[in-house]
Each structure stands twice: as C-alpha cells, then as structure tokens.
C-alpha cells in the first residue's frame, strides 16, 4: 500500500516578527495533519522574529523547529539551508512559505496536491493565471509591468510558458531538489530564477496554479533593478551554457552526453557520411545511449557499440553491446574485423589518444574507414579565454570539463600521422545554434547560422566549433617504419631513465 508523503513547510523569515504568527495560525485545520516538520527559519533578523518563533512553538501543537541564523544568509541562503533540512529529514513534498504574509496559507493544499498525486516535481503559486487579479489584488503598476515583460522574456529564451517566474510561493518534491545542485545557486533573490532553470534543465515537470495576491505594509527588501539585472544574466548564461559558452555549474548536476539532434551537429553530420557506405560492421565507441549507433542500424548496419558503464537503452538498440574502460584499450571482446569504427566526441575523453588510435589497426578491416569527431581547441571561443588569462573548463562545449586532451588540426592531423593513419576527408561544424534557440530557428538563428557558415566555410581553424576527419590505415611500409620510431622511442626512454 502506498504510503501518504511526508510534507513539510519551510518559512523564511527576516524581520517577521509581526506577521509571523499569524501565517502559522493560517495553515489550514484540514491540512495541518499531514504535516511531518515546519522549518521555522529566522536569517538573522534585527527584531523578535526568533523569539517569536519560539514562543509559538511553545504554545502550539504544530511540528515546529525554529532556527536562527547568527548571520544573515540572503533569500536564497535561507532557502538553501531550508530545502536541506527538507533532504535530512527524509521528506517527501516541502513547500516555500514566506514569513511577511505576502501569500496565503490558506492555498497550501491546492499547491501540494499536484506533488502527491505525482502529477508535478514543482508546483509554482502564480497571481497572473487570473487576468486582472494582480493589479486588484494590489500589485504596484510598475511591479506588475515589470514581472511581464521580465517572464515573457524568460519564456522566450528557456522555450517556458510559465504565466509568472517572479512569485515565492512555491512547493517542491524533496526528491527534485536533491537531483539538483541548488546549493550553487545565488543566495539573493533571484535563487528562484535559477532553480527553475535548473528543473527545466533537468526536465522535471512545472505545473501553476492560481493564487490570490497581497500587497499590505511589508517592507520590500528586493532591489527591484538589481534582481531584473540579475535574472536576466542568469538567462543568458544558462543559454550560454547550454551552448557550451560559459561554466554555468549551478546547472549540471553530471550525467551522460546527449544525442545532437541537428543534421549540421558532429553527429549529425556523420550519420550523413555513412549514408554513403553499404551495410556495413561498425564498431561505436563510446556509444552512451546507443542514439546514433542505433539509427545507423536502421539504416541497415550491424553495429556494436563500447561504452564504460553497463545501459540498458544501448543494449537494446544496438546489436551488441560491450562495457569496457577504453582508457585501457580496445577490450579483448571487440575481436572482430570492422569495416567503420566510430569515434564520436570520444578521443578527447581518454588521457593516450594515440595508444586507442594505434590498437584501432587490429580491428579495422582492409580498406576500412574511421570516423572521428574531436573538438576545435583553435576555435575563437578557446583562443580568447587563453589570451585574455581566462582560461578553465565548462560544463559542455570546447572546454567540457571531462576533456582531458585538446587538439588543433594541425596536432590531430599529426596525431593520425604518427599513428598509421591517412586523412580522407576533414570538415568543420558551425556553433550549436539550434541550441541556443532550442530548436526553434526563427530569424535570428537563421540570421546566426548564415553568418556562422561563411566564417566557417572563410576561416575553418577559427570558427569550426568541432573537426570532423575521416581516414584509412597506412599502407604497411610506412606502418613498419611507424612501429620502428615508437620501438626507438622507448628505447630512448629506458636509456633516459637508466640514466
């Protein structure tokens, strides 16, 4: 049987002192019974908040624990601390309850009621569902005009359709917030923004339900200008970051490489490239989820794909499936004699690229191709963090932080050189602008990516964001003359040691 969930309620409190208990006594009778924990959070306020707090405990046979912070932690701090309690004690649903009665307790079940059912992973109170409400309710002009315009602007841009970002009555599944790296977020008030960001990144479901809107005698602490400011910074750097511009780490919490859906992506673009070759054996490394090696078998390609953990997705759409680490090398399982082996966003993943490349001529068959995608270290983004000083790692792009080597086409073409191998065919994929936009082109990512085409097409080693190469083994003169240099090499090497 399933059990009912544990709910909590976070207060955050900051010179509440007046109000305070009156939002407690306004938790409706027919809810305080689900109630397991209230998390009375007083952030160092100047006036009786926290005795206050108290003495309602005292009198009261709500669960209340009253916690006063010795130092002032923000909005967003307060919250961070709030929603940790929450993971502790083991709670299922918690909602955001502000101390100064801005928003009414007595909604409190209309906004749970999605998470218990499992409808929602959030559930966002909005005072702009009902037309008209906010401004009769008492939301100042300027406030309302400005809590528009800065939503539809983060609808557009995060691809939302939320009627409001900006309201503080919120409730969560505790089991949401554990899978996100909350505590990164600000500690100002536009925390609220970067949560949602984050649940939209993670894909959890958002559902909204009408509440009604008070303005009385609280005293505003948002600075109303800085918070606009700083919500739309956030914007634009978690579509930076989805990009691949920008470290945006409050946004990630790990997690396994999406398929790039674009025909002008890596992948993409070679699936276009096997269009070209009949059914063939392909060997797909670092196949994840098994997206591209399992459209290439739709087209009629027996594939085998290698990833380092075991998934099921891959198991499934693949026709063999073989879990091996390949920082140790092509596993002993892969035994076979391959016409394509592919190499998708994987050799700047390994720490001796060059070993993998050299073991790959024992499974290649005679004529075979590889196919390779690698990012561009010479693309302008990189070589202007190195010139500015700016230089570290992202979540994704260029300067993933999972990369651990870096090539130009000068060094790769070497790489292939020095390992037996003879460049085909290289070309170059423009900016991600698709995800920029999410998806949807409209005219500024059509303008964007007719711009980005020509400078790639113009300037390849400055503007392709990733490079991709096709090439065959050398003949095997030169693969003798190969094996001999690394056989001096490692001669040179023990002399060196010796010594």
């Not at 339900?209 to 600075?223: A, F, K, L, R, S």
């Not at 063999?320 to 994987?346: K, N, T």
Request: net charge negative.
């Amino acid at each position: 049987m399933q059990r009912d969930p544990k709910i909590g309620i976070l207060v955050v409190a900051y010179n509440a002192a007046s109000t305070l208990a009156s939002v407690l006594d306004r938790i409706p009778e027919s809810f305080r019974a689900q109630v397991s924990e209230i998390f009375v959070c007083d952030d160092a306020s100047q006036d009786a908040t926290y005795l206050v707090g108290l003495g309602y405990k005292a009198l009261s046979d709500l669960p209340i624990t009253v916690i006063r912070h010795p130092q002032n932690l923000g909005y967003g701090g307060n919250q961070k601390v709030g929603y940790q309690l929450a993971i502790d004690h083991g709670l299922d649903i918690i909602v955001l309850l502000h101390g100064d009665g801005q928003y009414a307790p007595e909604c409190i079940e209309t906004l749970v009621a999605p998470l218990a059912s499992g409808e929602a992973h959030a559930v966002f109170g909005s005072r702009m569902m009902v037309r008209g409400d906010a401004l009769k309710g008492g939301m100042p002009v300027y406030k309302y005009a400005g809590n528009r315009v800065l939503t539809t602007f983060q609808n557009w841009a995060i691809g939302t359709q939320l009627s409001e970002f900006h309201s503080g009555y919120r409730a969560y599944s505790v089991e949401a917030l554990a899978s996100i790296p909350f505590h990164a977020n600000s500690n100002d008030f536009d925390f609220d923004t970067e949560i949602i960001l984050q649940l939209v990144h993670a894909g959890r479901r958002i559902v909204e339900v009408p509440i009604p809107t008070y303005y009385g005698d609280e005293i505003c602490y948002v600075n109303g200008m800085k918070y606009a400011k700083d919500v739309v910074a956030d914007v634009l750097r978690y579509r930076l970051n989805s990009m691949g511009f920008g470290q945006g780490a409050n946004f990630e919490q790990g997690g396994d490489y999406e398929l790039k859906e674009s025909i002008e992506s890596s992948h993409g673009q070679l699936e276009a490239w096997m269009d070209r070759f009949p059914p063939s054996e392909v060997l797909d490394l670092g196949c994840a989820h098994g997206h591209v090696g399992g459209r290439l078998r739709q087209r009629g390609h027996h594939v085998t794909g290698v990833e380092l953990v075991p998934n099921e997705d891959a198991e499934r759409v693949l026709d063999r499936f073989v879990v091996a680490d390949l920082e140790q090398g092509i596993p002993p399982e892969i035994d076979g004699s391959y016409d394509v082996v592919l190499a998708a966003d994987v050799l700047e993943h390994v720490r001796n690229p060059a070993k993998l490349l050299r073991e790959l001529h024992e499974v290649v068959a005679p004529g075979g191709s590889l196919l390779i995608s690698v990012p561009n270290f010479g693309h302008w983004y990189p070589r202007f963090r190195v010139l500015a000083g700016m230089f570290d790692y992202d979540e994704r792009g260029i300067l993933d932080r999972g990369h651990l080597r870096f090539f130009s086409r000068r060094s790769f073409r070497r790489l292939l050189r020095d390992t037996g191998w003879r460049v085909a065919r290289v070309d170059y994929t423009g900016l991600p602008i698709d995800v920029l936009t999410e998806g949807e082109v409209g005219l500024l990512g059509r303008l964007l990516r007719g711009a980005d085409r020509v400078l790639v097409k113009l300037w390849p080693t400055m503007f392709g964001y990733q490079m991709l190469f096709q090439a065959h083994p050398e003949e095997e003169d030169r693969m003798e003359e190969i094996h001999l240099q690394d056989a001096l090499s490692s001669a040179a090497d023990v002399v060196r040691n010796a010594g």
